[in-house]
């Protein structure tokens, strides 16, 4: 990594902390469990090998990790292009320790993605389930504004959750905002609002006038977990975690239990016992035009 993109990387981070969430979520302390992400970390890591695969540059010259988490995507890329000067960054500390601990050789600093400015342009921004979090009705501008800070021919290449519609994720909802429930106040006063990323059809034409190639396609994985208690443990450390970091413990105690009623109900056991979870994913690979 050079000087230069470590040292202003690292001016950037000091002057940015708020995770990029809807902006109606709490911030008052860090959501986001280094632990809890990574119980499933083969599983979560698998997307970033995806859409690493369909990345088209040969030798990109600067790289960055856009919302790196513990490290794992980080270390995938890496492993691609491993001469590059390559930086991470997040808006959570503790999943800025464990990426730290785990790539010690690569800088990784504290900054926001809807605000962050590069040192100078970058040859691939990569992202790894990041841009859902946004606040609502900016991710297109964000993306945009992105590309802008790509050299010539760079990539942004970034896949996100696509189930928003899907059982496991409207039952957070809908247990949230229950009524007669001990929480029900608490969720009310937190107004945490989730929708669904832009569709494909929107993100091709916002992205399309400043590229030369935009790649979009949908996969979903069908992850066989244990139980259905291992289902709630995989989005405690994602999807739930914006709605357990509002509730007291006995509140967030009734509101999980509240929550595996649904998922039992949503997702049958198979004949072994095991349960599967369908978790579609949304990625894009833009290339900006001018190479």
Request: aromatic fraction near 8%; include cysteine.
């Amino acid at each position: 990594m050079s000087h230069l993109l470590r040292s202003s990387i690292a001016q950037l981070g000091r002057k940015t902390a708020s995770r990029a969430m809807s902006s109606s979520s709490p911030a008052a302390a860090d959501t986001w469990s280094a632990n809890q992400y990574s119980k499933f970390l083969g599983e979560r890591t698998q997307p970033s090998r995806d859409l690493l695969a369909r990345v088209p540059l040969a030798q990109p010259r600067r790289i960055i990790d856009l919302g790196c988490g513990p490290g794992n995507s980080t270390a995938v890329v890496a492993a691609r292009y491993p001469t590059a000067d390559l930086a991470g960054v997040d808006t959570s500390q503790d999943m800025l320790r464990k990426a730290r601990e785990t790539l010690p050789g690569v800088p990784f600093d504290l900054a926001d993605v809807t605000t962050f400015q590069p040192p100078g342009p970058v040859d691939l921004y990569f992202s790894n389930a990041v841009f859902q979090w946004l606040p609502n009705g900016t991710r297109l501008e964000v993306l945009q504004r992105l590309v802008s800070h790509l050299a010539p021919g760079g990539v942004l290449a970034f896949q996100v959750p696509f189930n928003m519609t899907e059982p496991s994720h409207r039952a957070m909802a809908d247990v949230a905002h229950a009524p007669g429930t001990p929480w029900e106040d608490t969720m009310r006063r937190a107004g945490i609002k989730r929708d669904q990323f832009p569709a494909p059809i929107e993100l091709y034409d916002g992205l399309q006038p400043l590229c030369a190639d935009v790649q979009i396609w949908c996969t979903t994985y069908f992850h066989v977990l244990e139980n259905h208690e291992a289902i709630v443990e995989w989005v405690r450390g994602t999807g739930l975690a914006p709605y357990l970091t509002v509730l007291d413990d006995a509140q967030r105690e009734g509101y999980l239990a509240a929550y595996l009623e649904r998922v039992k109900e949503a997702y049958p056991a198979q004949a072994d016992g095991k349960v599967m979870l369908p978790y579609p994913r949304l990625f894009v690979v833009a290339t900006k035009s001018g190479a």
